[in-house]
């Protein structure tokens, strides 16, 4: 009997993906929920198949797919993102319903051949503006270079107002239910959030323009069929809008303060700073590295309105899990930041010095030339730690223009 059956979206779209409760590592990103890896069977006179799923779920797909078709009916095969998540089975997906033909963009094309160095390549180039002819049906193809990779591109089947896009308005959770409306909104926003934050924050530009874009098309959607999470039915506007504002990074008054520390006295710094950023009316969250991954500050960072990072130096450096989280929120490059850098140490306080370098390198414009003490902090630094906070909280508020 075959366990997996396809999930019916229109009279003739359905779900054909997998389900990936077990994950929790996705390159990188805490994915506590799991994922989908989603791919749709069109039942349109040329049978085609979206995108496929990660390697290991080949034959979950294909029992979806035959519980409404053979699958060797399907004729053409539209690979819209070549990351391996929806790529990993497509050279077993290709040997086993033998497709007349598989599409992908110029960029995909080559990062296909890059993978799995064809013998003999089986993609064809569509670029913007081209239309794949299904027999009674068509789609027509938008390039959305970076979003998430240079390969990256959306497909739109105009008969069934579907917009078929990969890696956008897509979220890591795993669930039986396929809809958005069968879900919380509120799980919904954590997760979406810290997928952008995640994957697209350091393409924000790209995606504005690609809002803007669409916006001009005014395409008709009445279902948004990402390549991760549910479908989106009923909250389309909304998930658009908050695309829309976490490209913007408007600022509000939140304050992510994250540290590491070695006995305890950068934690008392960071306590500090918090009440202060609590004083001027700052919403701040306390993140120590021992006890928050780095994609769940990504998420925080990305409705925050300041960045403020504490180390201890060890031998004459920030401390390791310091140095890791700044590596990481640097490549995401998230804007319209302001900070500060403090610290504990023992013998030479390098840290605080090397973090301003980071920050700024970042474009987070400093509040203070940074904040150190020498092993365990006095009334006296405790007191400079609230003003800190204090300061930061005020040029928070200047920015913001109030509260939420
Ligand atoms: Fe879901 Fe960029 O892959």
């Known amino acids: 009997m075959d366990v997996f059956k396809a999930v019916k979206l229109t009279e003739n779209v359905y779900w054909v993906g997998a389900i990936d409760w077990a994950i929790r590592d996705f390159h990188g990103y805490s994915t506590g929920k799991g994922s989908t890896y989603n791919a749709y069977l069109i039942l349109s006179e040329k049978v085609t198949l979206i995108d496929t799923v990660k390697a290991p779920f080949f034959e979950e797909m294909m029992m979806r797919i035959s519980s409404v078709i053979d699958p060797s009916g399907i004729e053409i095969i539209v690979s819209n993102h070549s990351e391996l998540d929806h790529t990993g089975s497509l050279r077993q997906t290709i040997a086993a319903v033998k497709p007349d033909k598989v599409y992908a963009s110029p960029m995909g094309s080559k990062a296909l051949a890059a993978h799995f160095h064809w013998e003999d390549d089986p993609i064809e180039v569509v670029k913007t503006g081209d239309s794949i002819n299904l027999g009674n049906m068509r789609i027509e193809i938008i390039e959305t270079r970076m979003l998430h990779w240079p390969d990256s591109m959306v497909s739109y089947l105009p008969e069934e107002k579907i917009l078929f896009s990969q890696d956008g308005f897509g979220m890591h959770l795993a669930s039986t239910e396929r809809f958005d409306d069968e879900l919380p909104l509120s799980l919904l926003e954590v997760e979406a959030r810290k997928y952008y934050a995640n994957i697209l924050m350091p393409f924000s530009p790209l995606v504005t323009s690609l809002l803007g874009n669409l916006a001009k098309m005014a395409l008709e959607i009445d279902l948004l069929c990402p ?166 909280g005020r040029r928070i508020m200047e920015i913001c223009g109030g509260k939420e």
């Open 227 to 392: 390549d991760h999470g549910p479908v989106w039915r009923t909250n389309i506007d909304w998930i658009l809008g908050k695309w829309g504002s976490w490209a913007e990074k408007k600022p509000c008054p939140r304050a992510v303060v994250i540290y590491d520390t070695m006995w305890n006295s950068t934690r008392r710094m960071a306590e500090a700073i918090i009440e202060g950023l609590a004083q001027e009316g700052v919403s701040g969250i306390l993140m120590p590295l021992r006890a928050s991954h780095i994609s769940d500050i990504a998420a925080e960072v990305l409705e925050a309105s300041a960045l403020i990072v504490g180390s201890p130096t060890i031998n004459g450096r920030i401390f390791p899990s310091v140095a890791e989280c700044m590596n990481y929120l640097g490549g995401l490059k998230p804007g319209n930041l302001v900070g500060a850098a403090f610290g504990s140490y023992g013998w030479s306080g390098e840290a605080v010095k090397e973090l301003n370098g980071l920050l700024e390198g970042m474009k987070v414009e400093l509040v203070s030339e940074g904040l150190r003490t020498v092993y365990v902090p006095d009334e006296q630094v405790l007191e400079e730690s609230v003003d800190l906070g204090r300061s930061a």
